[in-house]
């Protein structure tokens, strides 16, 4: 019998928090069709699976492949792993959330297995039918995929993590080679904060051009921390170098959907907004009254940032203590 | 010499409003420009080639390649003007085409060229893929480094050191050539890319070139070559077709607010977020 196979990441022997909500909507596509949902660990060591088959997800078997080439991940050897996995499980779908590295390696795979692959699901219409953005999310692509096998990545922020559910049966998969085709990872140099990720926050502060200069931005920083929440930034500002080009929200960046989004002096371009258009209420303070987020924002202020930020800080301050 | 294939594509105009009709996108009147990942591309290929302080002593051939219809090349002659060697069309209508069978036309042109590297955009703004640099890599079996932000050429080596931005920071990965790349953003910033040749302070001008008149004029004599899907054995698989496009829910209309005291306010007693 056919599965639907979910790619997950791991760190520290733990899963990855990022990758529940692809776990979810690999969930309603296997209820969508009526077949059982398995997970797949790939990694040097894969002791990280235990702790994934004891909360279980409500996935009938999770599946390892161990291998030292699979760490660091390259999407040279994930791919030969996934490519090996679907033909070991049987699996006809296969996928996960859309994060970076299941954006570069599960398209590798499909290619090498021939497969159509959904990019960026927001919504499962039925087994084979999903919904996604297109246009900077100006338009809604029903898109139906068709073959043996079939391959999506799920946006974040449109499902809610998967909870923990039955248990399931670990089940190492053996024989793989996987080959990193020569490549080396050099290192990664990792954004640090004490800040929830930008993708998970429940409130995102974010800076445009507007603010000029780096050092601008810890007036924002201030009333991130005072709401527990994380910075984003515009294109112009990451490219401009006042933040980490990591904190760019938007079609190229992160798409976030908090309970707040706070955008100080940022525009509001397309290519912005379709970054955080989802975001439950949406704040907008910019000089200029023309500008278009507030076409989006559900409170708009005409102000000045350096006349009005340090006033909302002391302002939210107040109402804290 | 090496050779870079650069992928580019048309898309209707990201500036100009989309227009429904019925479940589907009506794109008769619309404007037709590059995709902008594209004209990164090209740049990116365009740096690695450049030798600016001896002009004449060209790096790397620059093929610039698009599945279009044959007659709509205006972006094709963009790209010739802003500097590339050479074009080929591919002649066909390429929203008809599944995105698995781009990639294998793409495949395929870069192995009957024999080139060293392709270079694609990251996303094409309208289809938002984000898949044909990764499939071009897994067809030919190559390595692949997408997302890229800064490009280091080690031409001695015959290898390319890259920063792809990643979710959680920027990761450096080494890869032997031939190898497929996709850009994003970034790697138009002045200093992003180096071919090892350059001086190590070079600054490029921020952003993609434009084409000069000089280019204008030179791109009109450039061989385009004009194949069809199947003079290269590629036939769609349908594996992808649309249901339906339809236009997002719209967001209700929001308030503007007097002062930041009455945000405030209204954050904390109306929208309940504070
Ligand atoms: C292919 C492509 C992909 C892109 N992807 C993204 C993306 O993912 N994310 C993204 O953000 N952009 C993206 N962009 C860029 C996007 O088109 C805009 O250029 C960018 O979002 C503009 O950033 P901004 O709003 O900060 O700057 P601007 O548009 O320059 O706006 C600055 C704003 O600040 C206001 N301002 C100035 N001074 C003050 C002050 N003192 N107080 C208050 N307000 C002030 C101004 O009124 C103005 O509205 C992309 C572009 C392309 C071509
Ligand atoms: N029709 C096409 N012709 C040439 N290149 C294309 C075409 N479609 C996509 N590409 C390339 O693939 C990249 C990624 O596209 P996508 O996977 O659709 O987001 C684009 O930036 C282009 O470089």
Same mark, same amino acid.
């Given at each position: ?28 596509? $296997?209820? $969508? ?26 996935? +009938? ?23 090996? +996995? ?22 590798? +795979?499909?290619? *090498? ?5 959904? $990019? ?40 809610? &993590? ?135 924002? #559900? ?23 | ?11 209707? #105009?990201? #500036? ?19 995709? $902008? ?7 990116? +290929?365009?740096?690695?080639?450049? #030798? ?35 074009? *080929? ?76 931005? *990643? ?19 970034? *790697? ?59 236009? &997002? &829910? ?25």
């Amino acid at each position: 019998m056919s599965k639907v196979l979910v790619v997950l990441e791991t760190a520290g022997g733990k899963l990855r928090p990022h990758c529940l909500p692809g776990i979810a909507a690999a969930k309603q596509i $296997a209820d $969508a069709r009526g077949i059982p949902l398995h997970l797949l660990v790939l990694g040097a060591d894969a002791s990280a699976a235990a702790e994934i088959a004891a909360a279980g997800y409500g996935a +009938a078997t999770v599946h390892t492949i161990q291998d030292p080439a699979l760490e660091p991940f390259t999407a040279e050897a994930w791919a030969d792993a996934i490519v090996h +996995a679907t033909k070991t499980v049987g699996a006809s779908v296969i996928g996960g959330t859309a994060s970076s590295t299941l954006r570069d390696c599960l398209p590798r +795979a499909a290619a *090498v297995l021939d497969a159509p692959l959904c $990019a960026e699901v927001v919504a499962v219409k039925s087994g084979d039918t999903f919904t996604r953005p297109i246009s900077a999310g100006r338009a809604l692509l029903d898109e139906k995929l068709s073959g043996e096998i079939v391959f999506f990545t799920a946006r974040g922020s449109e499902f809610e &993590p998967a909870a923990a559910g039955a248990a399931a049966s670990v089940s190492a998969i053996d024989g793989v080679s996987v080959d990193t085709r020569g490549v080396e990872v050099v290192g990664i140099q990792k954004t640090q904060s004490s800040r929830p990720a930008l993708t998970e926050a429940d409130v995102v502060v974010s800076g445009g051009r507007g603010m000029r200069e780096g050092p601008n931005f810890k007036v924002l920083e201030d009333l991130t921390d005072l709401l527990g929440g994380a910075l984003g930034a515009s294109r112009a500002a990451t490219d401009a170098g006042m933040v980490p080009a990591d904190l760019q929200v938007g079609q190229t960046g992160k798409i976030v959907a908090p309970n707040l989004y706070i955008a100080v002096a940022i525009s509001g371009a397309i290519q912005h907004l379709a970054g955080m258009k989802g975001s439950k209420t949406i704040v907008a303070i910019n000089k200029d009254a023309e500008a278009p987020i507030f076409q989006v924002a #559900d409170y708009g202020l005409v102000a000045k940032w350096e006349d009005a930020l340090p006033r909302f800080v002391e302002l939210v301050q107040a109402r804290k203590s | 010499m090496t050779k870079i294939l650069v992928t580019v594509k048309r898309i209707p #105009d990201p #500036d100009e409003s989309l227009k429904f009709a019925g479940s589907e996108l009506d794109l008769s009147s619309v404007k037709w420009v590059p995709n $902008a990942f594209d004209e990164y591309a090209v740049e990116t +290929a365009l740096r690695l080639a450049e #030798d600016v302080n001896n002009k004449k002593s060209k790096l790397a051939e620059i093929i610039v390649l698009s599945i279009c219809p044959q007659k709509q090349r205006q972006h094709m002659t963009q790209f010739l003007a802003m500097g590339a060697d050479r074009g *080929v069309i591919v002649d066909a209508d390429d929203s008809e085409l599944d995105t698995a069978a781009i990639s294998k036309i793409i495949a395929k042109v870069a192995q009957d060229e024999g080139v060293d590297m392709v270079i694609t955009g990251k996303l094409s703004q309208d289809n938002e893929g984000n898949q044909v640099g990764q499939r071009v890599a897994g067809l030919l079996g190559w390595p692949q480094a997408c997302f890229a932000a800064e490009i280091d050429w080690d031409q001695s080596g015959n290898t390319l050191s890259v920063h792809r931005e *990643v979710d959680d920071g920027v990761e450096v990965k080494k890869l032997p050539l031939p190898a497929v790349v996709s850009v994003d953003l970034r *790697v138009v910033l002045p200093t992003s890319v180096r071919n090892g040749v350059n001086p190590a302070d070079h600054k490029f001008t921020d952003g993609p070139r434009l084409a000069s008149l000089r280019g204008i004029t030179m791109a009109k004599r450039k061989k385009v070559d004009v194949k069809t899907p199947s003079d290269l054995g590629v036939t769609n698989a349908g594996g992808e077709s649309t249901v339906a496009v339809n236009k &997002p &829910p719209g967001r209700m209309a929001g308030q503007m607010i007097g002062s930041i005291e009455e945000l405030v306010e209204k954050l904390a007693t109306e929208a309940k977020v504070l």
